[in-house]
Nanobody, 126 residues
């Protein structure tokens, strides 16, 4: 498997939307999980949401992102999208895509995902 590749980060103003993409590079199995996690400057990497390869099973971490962020999967392209709405300055972070092979998504913790992208920066400021 290859390293996931994120794209779509950038600088936006509060209240705006942004969509991130993750090319998962999963080639050897139809059973996989893709997740988004983020890490603010000086903070820990925390889980946002995961989606299983059937596209129907998602796991959103509790908190404000649950009602503002949505995950989508194009299984044919092995690409997951994180659609973010109503962005606030607290959403500023490096956003990472992680992937795993298997019959279900693991919990949204960093030591449960095997493949990691380099991250893409999101800045929310006036």
């Amino acid at each position: 498997q290859g390293q996931p590749a994120e794209s779509g980060g950038g600088s936006v103003q509060p209240g705006e939307s942004l969509r991130l993409s993750c090319k998962a590079e999963i080639t050897t199995s139809p059973y996989y999980c893709v997740a988004w996690l983020r890490q603010a400057a000086g903070g820990e990497r925390t889980g946002i949401v995961s989606i299983y390869s059937d596209g129907g099973v998602t796991n959103y971490a509790p908190g404000s992102t649950k009602r503002r962020f949505q995950i989508f999967l194009n299984n044919g392209r092995r690409t997951a999208y994180l659609q973010m709405h109503d962005l606030i300055p607290e959403d500023s972070a490096t956003y990472y895509c992680a992937a795993n092979l298997g019959r279900a998504c693991p919990p949204l913790v960093i030591d449960r995902f095997r493949f990691w992208g380099q991250g893409t920066q999101v800045n929310v400021a006036s």
